[in-house]
């Protein structure tokens, strides 16, 4: 039996940089689930299908073939058999994943490829619904929050890490619309799993918080 961390919390909450510490320190598979629905949004773009017609995202979506694999202990994600790492990361692309990933079509294909993965691996993946729908039986299970605030902060640092220039009121706002998307869609919405634990990193270090999620683990 694999053994499986499940992280789960909303956009800028600081999931993935968790999530890869703790991989690293219990030599787990770190799988981004996010970086998925990403890639299946930028083959959207690039198909030019808009987030509301349905019917092309239902019957295109399978055009997307969508694995990962791992170089230098680093997820990369392949769409169609293509790298998409270095053009998955844009406000753009997120947006799209977070308007797409409502469709039931979209949520099947990529969870069961996500299934598959944990019950090969020990893993810790990250999400929205990992907890509550991809790994129900998760041993561990953490919904990891921040105010608003502080994960606008976050992300506008992380772009301006890469010189990318931004507004940080614009961001605050496409993270409370990215937050209202993902909790209100019918499918797989974000929430706490009933049995996950809580964690708010508004006031936490990063290794304040992976000592927290290190220490549920037995
Ligand atoms: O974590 P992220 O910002 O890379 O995720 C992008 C979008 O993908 C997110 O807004 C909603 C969707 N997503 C999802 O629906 N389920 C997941 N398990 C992970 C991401």
């Keep these: 039996m694999s053994y499986q961390i499940a992280i789960d919390g909303p956009a800028g909450a600081g999931k993935s940089t968790i999530a890869k510490r703790v991989a690293k320190e219990k030599?787990?598979?770190y799988v981004d689930t996010g970086a998925m629905y990403r890639a299946m949004a930028y083959f959207f773009i690039t198909e030019n299908i808009k987030p509301d017609d349905e019917v092309a995202i239902?019957?295109?979506?399978?055009?997307?073939?969508?694995?990962?694999?791992?170089?230098?202990?680093?997820?990369?994600?392949?769409?169609?058999g293509k790298n998409v790492n270095g053009v998955i990361r844009t406000e753009e692309v997120g947006n799209m994943a977070s308007a797409t990933s409502k469709y039931p079509k979209v949520r099947e294909r990529l969870t069961a490829l996500q299934k598959e993965l944990a019950e090969?691996?020990?893993?810790?993946?990250?999400?929205?619904?990992?907890?509550?729908?991809?790994?129900?039986?998760?041993?561990?299970?953490?919904?990891?929050?921040?105010?608003?605030?502080v994960r606008a902060k976050r992300r506008f640092d992380e772009l301006a890490a890469k010189g990318e220039v931004c507004?940080?009121?614009?961001?605050?706002?496409?993270?409370?619309?990215?937050?209202?998307?993902?909790?209100?869609?019918?499918?797989?919405?974000?929430?706490?799993?009933?049995?996950?634990?809580?964690?708010?990193?508004?006031?936490?270090?990063?290794?304040?918080?992976?000592?927290?999620?290190?220490?549920?683990c037995v």
């Design 27 to 29: 030599g787990f598979i």
């Design 120 to 149: 090969r691996e020990n893993v810790v993946m990250d999400g929205r619904d990992i907890g509550t729908c991809v790994l129900p039986g998760a041993d561990v299970k953490v919904y990891l929050t921040a105010s608003a605030k």
């Design 58 to 80: 239902e019957t295109k979506c399978g055009e997307a073939d969508i694995t990962i694999c791992y170089e230098n202990g680093e997820q990369v994600v392949l769409l169609n």
């Design 167 to 216: 507004d940080i009121s614009k961001i605050e706002e496409d993270i409370i619309k990215r937050d209202e998307q993902d909790m209100n869609r019918p499918i797989a919405p974000l929430r706490q799993a009933e049995d996950a634990v809580l964690v708010d990193s508004s006031e936490m270090s990063i290794d304040e918080v992976v000592e927290k999620i290190m220490s549920l």
